[in-house]
């Protein structure tokens, strides 16, 4: 990491709401305050007998996963979405990453209230000294946080479009993973507000990237699309071997690495690139999936149905003063 | 739009716009994750405008609409604005005959709530969901799915 001092915007205006150059930043602002939330209002503790049901090797997996997050959420909130702030093209653009900033920082004490709800005071000490200790994940933070203090704007939003669409992945799996078999499922419900979360951030940067592209020459654009995947196979290759740190003593580092392909690709898709893993190894344990989204699985793919006949959709909520039928 | 797949009919009312035959109608904000889709498809598709204020097509055969679902909370206003607009009227309605997704797994129950509400709505089957742009696998899915639904449809509609 090189200890220079962050750049600050260099010219400030009154923020205008009333004239909207892009509106994206309106949608994504409104969005955000939307799905805003607050770990106070998860009912973690009534996870705390099904945390008793955890071998010790599960427990201290948890919270190694957990830490991880917590200093990817940590770099994020304090680096990464401030970083982007002086290269904002709008000033609208400039308020949506001081609220991904803040909402990174809720992230990452969200953690603390699940440690504090399930674990000893030594307990949670010794998992964030392993996260300060264990190489792979140091290295992936010092990957991407060289770019946030590297001098090119275009590859600062590449660098935190991969860690909110990749790199939380890893870790993100495993709390799917307990919910799945119906453990911990409120540290699940927290989580997925996270997942959430992270995907409105990393959809609004990789549109900023594309925005950022437009009208460069195809030289500059041909040399951040090599960079793109240049990155994403560095990041990648610490990815496999830190999940091994993590899953092999579990034997679930097979089914992680599945999903880190499955995310990668999403990640790409949010730079305006192409998928890179083929479906042969994307194929996310169902269950998993099903966790993430239950309208993920096959069965809702008409398609591939062998009949005729249909299932029509399950009943939802409609608003319906916004329709005239 | 493709220009080829909008012909500029008159207008029959004036929030109702050109009209169009495609079989495939996509919205998609200025982000183009749809809009790269259908692309990808290589299928002619007419695109409903962008802005809300903007005034909406008119099919003129049936179709099948591809539209994207951003996360949202419990669904407030999943459908996009346009796509209220484009099926407020009537003709439109009654010749829609699926509805495709988009969306990201990331927002949970809500991922590709916009299809589910108008199949609901429109009493037509939610044919296929995809995340993002789409990837390789799901276009091939698509394209041939797309193919067989229609034929079907035809071969249904003869035997009647």
Known sequence: ?325 | MTPSSVAATSATSLEIGPSTSSQLIYFSSISENTHRFVKKLGVEAARLPVYTRDETLLAKAPFVLVLPTYGGDSGHGAVPKQVIKFLNVAQNRTLIRGVIGAGNTNFGETYCLAGDIISVKCQVPHLYRFELMGTSEDVDRVHEGLEEFWTRLSLNQTQQ
């Open chain 1, 1 to 325: 990491m090189t200890p220079e001092k962050l750049k600050l915007a260099s010219h400030v205006v009154a923020i205008n709401w009333n004239r909207i150059e892009d509106e994206k930043d309106v949608e994504v602002w409104n969005r955000l305050c939307n799905n805003f939330w607050l770990p106070e209002k998860v009912p973690l503790s009534n996870d705390i007998q099904s945390w008793a049901t955890l071998t010790p090797e599960e427990q201290l997996l948890t919270m190694r996963v957990f830490t991880g997050l917590t200093l990817l959420d940590t770099l994020q909130g304090t680096v990464g979405a401030v970083s982007l702030i002086p290269d904002a093209i709008t000033p609208h653009e400039e308020a949506v990453y001081t609220n991904i900033a803040f909402m990174e920082s809720v992230h990452a004490k969200s953690y603390s209230s699940i440690f504090s709800t399930l674990c000893s005071t030594k307990e949670i000490d010794e998992a964030f000294r392993w996260s300060v200790e264990n190489v792979n994940l140091q290295k992936k933070a010092q990957i991407v946080e060289s770019y946030y203090y590297g001098d090119d704007p275009l590859k600062r939003k590449i660098a935190s479009t991969l860690l909110e669409s990749f790199l939380f992945y890893s870790g993100f799996y495993l709390p799917m993973y307990w919910s799945s078999r119906a453990k911990l499922t409120n540290t699940a419900d927290l989580i997925r507000l996270i997942i959430r979360d992270e995907a409105v951030h990393g959809y609004y940067i990789g549109y900023k990237y594309q925005k950022g592209l437009e009208g460069l020459s195809e030289e500059r654009k041909a040399e951040l699309k090599d960079y793109t995947f240049e990155l994403m196979y560095e990041l990648y290759e610490n990815e496999v071997q830190y999940t091994h740190d993590l899953y092999d003593s579990v034997g679930l580092a097979e089914d992680v690495k599945k999903f880190l392909h499955y995310n990668a690709n999403k990640a790409l898709m949010n730079l305006g690139y192409e998928a890179m893993f083929p479906a042969a190894v994307t194929d996310v344990n169902p269950a998993i999936l099903s966790a993430l989204s239950p309208n993920a699985d096959e069965n809702h793919d008409f398609f591939s149905g062998s009949g005729s006949s249909y299932v029509i959709g399950k009943a939802v909520n409609t608003e319906d003063d916004d329709w005239d039928f």
